[in-house]
């Protein structure tokens, strides 16, 4: 269970673990963080560096480079440990890489006494949020992966710039896989209390084809997001590292806020034994529960298209 601590430990100090750990510092999310690398004086070096700050922070913070004992009395084991997406390889494409070198984390964490929760960034998340749960044997409501919570955050940020109103307002999700089958359940989607597919269809003066089509545009853009930032800069990790935030912050806080996290279903949406990106209500103990939408037909058979997908990659690692 999570304690008072407010102990973080991160274990993979590169570049969207270290976007991550930045952004804790500045918004004072936790009281201790520890790095953990494979590459130990680079953790060091990075603990350093963030210290160096703190004098800027809204709060002090204790900040250190440690091993996996230290995992012990945290509240929180955050992994970005892993293989990063190269140009034009898909999410999926990374899982044997990565497979192996989470069997060498999940061990020493489970080994010295951690009893916290979980959350996983490492690609294709969905899968490595499952493998975690298979080798920690914790409850699944304390393993969770941050999942599609910064597509859903694209999402609105497009929605917004479309409808030309605040991201905040605006209550949509993206859905599935966090990657290429994950899709928008527009038949639950809100600007306010009001269906933004109907929002479309009056700024497009009633012309379905066209208020369609715009919005089609806009999943194909948060789809196509990462491999576009990939490409550009080879990596992304502002925004996840911003996400992974966010849901720290909704389990220290104990805040029961809804997140689109990478969650075990068992039954949600008829599916069972298998991680997919679905909006939870988040708290210190992790997901305190699935919050089932009320999909149409059509979004049904793309939520079983996508859990499909993602059963077939974890069974290829069996």
Not at 126 to 149: E, K, Q, W
Not at 250 to 264: G, H, K, Q, R
């Amino acid at each position: 269970m999570v304690n008072d601590k407010r102990k973080v430990v991160l274990v993979g100090a590169g570049m969207v673990g270290m976007s991550y750990a930045y952004c804790l510092v500045n918004q004072s999310v936790c009281n201790e963080l520890v790095l953990i690398d494979i590459d130990r004086k680079r953790a060091e070096g990075e603990a350093m560096d963030l210290n160096h700050g703190l004098a800027f922070a809204a709060a002090n913070m204790k900040i250190f480079a440690g091993d996996y004992e230290d995992c012990r009395d945290a509240d929180m084991v955050v992994i970005c440990a892993g293989a990063a997406q190269k140009p034009g390889e898909t999410r999926l494409d990374l899982l044997k890489r990565n497979a192996a070198v989470f069997r060498s984390i999940i061990e020493p964490v489970t080994a010295s006494g951690f009893d916290g929760i979980f959350l996983v960034a490492t690609n294709p998340v969905d899968v490595m949020t499952r493998i975690t749960y298979a080798l920690s044997g914790f409850n699944p409501r304390r393993v969770l992966g941050s999942g599609t919570a910064l597509d859903t955050a694209r999402l609105r940020y497009l929605l917004g710039e479309y409808l030309r109103v605040d991201p905040r307002n605006i209550h949509a999700y993206v859905i599935g896989e966090h990657g290429d089958s994950e899709f928008v359940p527009w038949s639950q989607a809100l600007l306010a209390t009001k269906p933004i597919v109907e929002m479309c269809d009056e700024l497009c003066d009633g012309q379905d084809e066209i208020c369609v089509d715009r919005l089609n545009d806009i999943v194909a853009q948060v789809q196509g997001a990462a491999y576009k930032i990939i490409e550009a800069k080879r990596a992304t990790y502002y925004g996840i590292g911003m996400a992974m935030t966010r849901i720290t912050r909704a389990i220290l806080n104990d805040e029961n806020s809804v997140l689109t996290v990478s969650a075990m279903l068992r039954g949600e949406y008829g599916q069972t034994d298998v991680f997919a990106g679905v909006p939870c209500i988040i708290n210190r103990n992790g997901i305190q529960r699935v919050l089932e939408l009320s999909l149409n037909q059509e979004e049904r058979e793309k939520m079983d298209r996508s859990c499909r997908i993602l059963r077939d990659s974890y069974d290829q690692m069996r």
